[in-house]
Structures are given as structure tokens and as C-alpha cells.
């Protein structure tokens, strides 16, 4: 279960930061030595690094990606696709999302330079009507998705509806 997490780990971090050596360097400031033990499973970060790491994520999406890990425990071959599953489950959730009224989206199209390429987020809310307990999925992407959502005749719900899977899911940074 530990691998498949850290799979998933990777390619949030490789989706958003310039490489993993930055990201361990400058935001967890660990040791390239202290973070590959951890990758092993022979290290245990320390709570702030762990938070570090679950900010990468939102709520919802750490609760997924535990579920999709621990998918791994009774099916051993699905370790294999672990980044792929857990892609394709979000993009699916998120369409099944967009169809209540309780569901908000929103592309925010400031850039964020990523050192490789800029990317844009896309923000989908499920509300229910409680401060602070909505789940939230996100998914960066590549800046020049968004001219492609902007060019769809009806607009960012029917490219989610159409194209979002597809798109992302397809984007995995890492090789498993």
C-alpha cells in the first residue's frame, strides 16, 4: 500500500513543482537521502513534511487516493495502474459531480509557472451547504487546456463532460 501512495505522491509532485528535487529540497527541506528512505518504507517523515505532502491534495482527494492504495492490498496487479486509477476515479467523480445542482466549477486560469510548463487548475466543488465541508477535486493541467475549453461551443461543463478523463488521465508525469 506504502508504494501505491507514494506513486501517487510523485506525480502530484511532478504535476506541480519544476522536479521532485525541488520539492523535497525547498518545501519539505529534507535530505535526497531522508525522502528515498521514505519512499522505501524505511523512514517515517515528521508531521510538518507529512502535512507538506497532504497539502498537495484536498481533502477529498487524500481520502481517494488511501482508497485507491489500499485497492492495491486485495488486488496486487493493480499497483501497476495505481496513477491511472486514481486519475481516471477523480475525473469520473467529478463528472458525476457536475451533474447536481450542489456542484461548482471553475477554472482558474492564473498560471502557475510549474518550471516545465505553465498550468491551469480546474476547481470542482460539491457543496452541502455547511461552511467548510465541501469536497473539493482538482486537477492541473496544462495551460493550453484552457484555450481548448475556451474554443468548446458550450463552454468548461460540456469540456468536463467530454474531455476532462481523457485529458488528464493521460497527462501521468511518472512511469509506474
Not at 506513486?7 to 529540497?25: A, G, N
Not at 513534511?49 to 481517494?64: C, H, N, P, S, V
Not at 505553465?118 to 486537477?139: C, H, N
Amino acid at each position: 500500500m506504502h508504494q501505491a501512495l507514494v506513486l501517487i505522491i510523485l506525480d502530484e509532485i511532478c504535476t506541480k513543482f519544476p522536479s521532485e528535487d525541488y520539492f523535497v529540497e525547498k518545501c519539505l527541506q529534507l535530505t535526497k537521502e531522508e525522502w528515498q528512505e521514505w519512499k522505501e518504507g524505511k523512514k517515517v517523515l515528521n508531521q510538518e513534511a507529512m502535512q507538506r505532502i497532504k497539502g498537495l491534495f484536498t481533502d477529498y482527494e487524500w481520502m481517494l487516493m488511501q482508497k485507491v492504495a489500499e485497492q492495491t492490498m486485495f488486488f496486487p496487479e493493480k499497483q501497476y495502474y495505481v496513477v491511472q486509477q486514481f486519475r481516471r476515479l477523480k475525473a469520473m467523480i467529478a463528472k458525476k459531480w457536475i451533474e447536481t445542482p450542489y456542484s461548482t466549477t471553475e477554472l482558474i486560469t492564473k498560471t502557475v509557472h510549474s518550471g516545465i510548463q505553465d498550468i491551469v487548475t480546474l476547481k470542482i466543488s460539491l457543496s452541502y451547504g455547511e461552511w467548510g465541508y465541501d469536497d473539493i477535486l482538482t486537477f492541473s493541467m496544462p495551460a493550453y487546456i484552457s484555450k481548448k475549453i475556451e474554443c468548446s461551443s458550450k463552454g468548461l461543463l460540456e469540456w468536463v463532460n467530454r474531455d476532462l478523463e481523457d485529458t488528464y488521465v493521460e497527462q501521468t508525469k511518472i512511469e509506474e
